[in-house]
């Protein structure tokens, strides 16, 4: 008896049918051509994507190559249009073509405008380069670029600014004399484009601080006049060198070469004529651009700060100023940039202290009254006179006590840091003083005036002294202190120029 299974299966033809695997081809055929159109669509459009891109990226980078030619074009027509304060010069408005791959058709315009309504001034520069579009497109790509500068003033200084390190007289020869009188030994290098007159007893010794390899201590433009028991040096102690063209005494009132026998002594005679000039005082630049000052008030202030003026006309006459009043204040002045150009702060105290930085100007007189120390390093105008007569009244520029530093002939204070030059602009000539120290009263600084100086009664000046004609009697006392980095705003060889410069954060694109 045959096997047979325990059941049977039955399928029916139908599902047979559709279990076979020859049902499936051209499905999965169809699938996989679906598939592999995708991923070409894909390939190409990821490939045509990159060149795109890169097409896209090559013209910006030459937008903004072409926009950083058309900026530097238009800086320098800026820089040599022969006056940043004048627009002497047309825009480039035609596009300029600049190099790249033919096909892209780079080029550049840029445009310069003017802004007097802030104080400094600022001009405005916009570069724009224009680079064709390469993917089909209508609108070319483009880049702007944009700079700021701002016109600020300066003196330039030159040799000029050597003048800084002497007692200074303009007179010239002839006239009145740069005085020595009634003072015993004066060490500060001095230089007169006049006559030199030492008074009974007065004596110029030798500035241990002024070494060989200087210019002569003592230069004159005339005659040094020489009284009973008057002297330069000593045969112990001769000047580096003595630069006049001559010599009177006494005895011998002909003009002749300076010698050991008048009695001048140094280590080497010159008798050609010294040629530096007096620094120009520009009142008028000045009490435009000063910051803050008569055209620029304080941006912030605290407390009353003085008044820098009671008209609007630079004439001198805003009365007597008070830097030191009994209550304190702050007046600072921030351009349009967040820079601080300038600030003015006093604060009262045993000394009081008062913070300087920047150009200022006040149209009136300065009268000192007041013990203090200043910080800071800035040059202050005055349009009339400057005055230190309260008994003992000092300004100094170290926190050491000036009275210390007279009575030791030494001092702390160091320029780099702390510098204040302080210019009086009244043309008032002896007996009239624009710049009068006197009654121990004692100064720190550097200080020129349009008319005449006079230093007596036992005052001190530490620093310079620059004056139409310079008067020095009864115990007067100055010190040499050498100055070096300038002083924003000091007078210096000629009138002061406006200047551009690039503020931070100026630059956008």
């Known amino acids: 008896m045959s096997w047979k299974p325990p059941f049977a299966v039955y399928v029916p033809t139908t599902l047979r049918r559709l279990c076979s695997e020859r049902a499936l081809a051209l499905p999965l055929a169809l699938g996989v051509m679906v598939a592999l159109s995708i991923s070409v669509t894909a390939v ?11 097409a896209d990226s090559s013209a910006r980078n030459y937008a903004y190559a072409a926009a950083e030619t058309g900026m530097n074009d238009a800086l320098s027509v800026l820089f040599n249009s022969g006056s940043v304060t004048q627009k002497l010069f047309t825009d480039q408005t035609t596009p300029v073509s600049v190099a790249a791959p033919p096909a892209y ?45 701002e016109i600020t003033t300066s003196a330039p200084q030159g040799s000029n600014w050597s003048v800084w390190n002497y007692v200074y007289a303009d007179a010239a020869p002839g006239g009145t004399c740069l005085t020595v009188s009634n003072t015993a030994g004066f060490s500060t290098p001095i230089y007169t484009k006049g006559d030199l007159c030492l008074g009974q007893n007065a004596h110029l010794d030798k500035n241990p601080a002024w070494p060989a390899g200087n210019p002569p ?8 006049a020489l009284s009973n028991n008057s002297y330069v040096g000593t045969s112990a102690n001769k000047l580096n060198a003595v630069q006049a063209p001559s010599c009177t005494t006494q005895a011998n009132a002909t003009p002749h070469t300076c010698s050991s026998s008048d009695p001048v002594w140094a280590d080497q005679y010159i008798t050609t004529p010294p040629t530096l000039t007096k620094p120009v005082i520009d009142l008028a630049t000045w009490y435009q651009n000063a910051m803050p000052g008569p055209k620029a008030a304080c941006t912030s202030t605290t407390g009353t700060p003085p008044a820098f003026d009671t008209n609007t006309t630079q004439d001198g006459l805003a009365g007597t ?12 002045y921030v351009d349009s940039f967040g820079q601080t150009q300038g600030e003015i702060k006093w604060t009262p105290g045993s000394p009081g202290s008062l913070d300087v930085s920047g150009v200022m100007f006040f149209d009136g007189n300065l009268n000192w009254t007041t013990n203090a120390v200043y910080h800071g390093r800035a040059t202050i105008y005055f349009g009339g006179t400057i005055n230190f007569s309260t008994n003992n009244a000092y ?29 009086a602009g009244s043309n008032a000539q002896s007996p009239s003083f624009a710049f009068n120290m006197s009654n121990g009263c004692i100064f720190q600084g550097a200080a020129e005036a349009n008319g005449d100086a006079n230093e007596s009664n036992g005052d001190g000046l530490w620093g310079s002294l620059i004056a139409h004609q310079v008067y020095l009697n009864n115990g007067a006392h100055d010190w040499y202190v050498p100055f070096g980095t300038p002083v924003p705003g000091m007078p210096g060889a000629s009138n002061p120029n ?12």
């Not at 190409?44 to 890169?54: G, K, V």
């Not at 201590?217 to 040094?224: D, L, N």
């Open 217 to 224: 201590q003592v230069q004159v433009g005339g005659k040094i």
């Open 321 to 332: 100023i008070n830097l030191t009043p009994a209550q304190a204040y702050d007046c600072k």
């Open 44 to 54: 190409a459009d990821y490939t045509f994507s990159n060149t795109r891109n890169s």
């Open 498 to 509: 406006p200047t551009l410069v690039f503020p931070p954060n100026s630059f956008s694109g």
């Open 105 to 149: 058709h780079t080029s550049y315009t840029w445009t310069a405008s003017f802004d007097s309504s802030v104080s400094p001034n600022v001009w405005t520069i916009t570069s724009t380069g224009k680079v064709a579009n390469l993917t089909q497109g209508t609108k070319p790509d483009t880049k702007v670029l944009k700079r700021k500068l």
């Open 395 to 423: 300004l100094c520029g170290t926190d050491t006590s000036c009275t210390t530093a007279v009575s030791t002939g030494t001092t702390n204070w160091d320029t780099t840091n702390d510098l204040l030059v302080l210019v």
